[in-house]
């Protein structure tokens, strides 16, 4: 009686963990249900993504983590997107190799 236990037990735990597997399928669980008609501070905003979804929205990330969601046909959300998009360009700074890094060209051939 305890080995039948055991098995269906075993059966069990196989099966939960098969079925947890799925769960990573599940596309972006980001989504809007209403958009914001308020104007928010463009100092404030950190990043955004645009959903295609249901309802196309622009979702704004504050610096405090804070998702809010924005029509991309208004004015002041397409101006802070324009206005992110230009200090994200103005913060990647391109390096050159300092004299220890110098790139070679060394070729390298790999034979099995």
């Known amino acids: 009686m305890r080995l039948l236990i055991l098995a269906f037990f075993g059966i069990c735990c196989l099966a939960a963990y098969t079925v947890e597997g799925v769960g990573t399928e599940v596309p972006d669980?980001?989504?809007c249900v209403s958009l914001t008609t308020q104007r928010l501070p463009i100092k404030k905003l950190k990043t955004y993504t645009i959903t295609e979804g249901f309802m196309k929205a622009v979702i704004f990330?504050?610096?405090r983590g804070l998702k809010v969601c924005a029509d991309p046909q208004v004015e002041w959300?397409?101006?802070?997107?324009?206005?992110?998009d230009k200090s994200?360009?103005?913060?990647?700074?391109?390096?050159?190799?300092t004299g220890a890094q110098q790139p070679n060209n060394?070729?390298?051939t790999l034979t099995a």
């Open 77 to 84: 959300v397409k101006k802070a997107v324009r206005t992110i």
């Open 88 to 97: 994200s360009r103005r913060n990647v700074s391109q390096t050159k190799p």
């Open 106 to 108: 060394t070729a390298v």
């Open 61 to 63: 990330i504050t610096r």
């Open 29 to 31: 669980k980001t989504i």
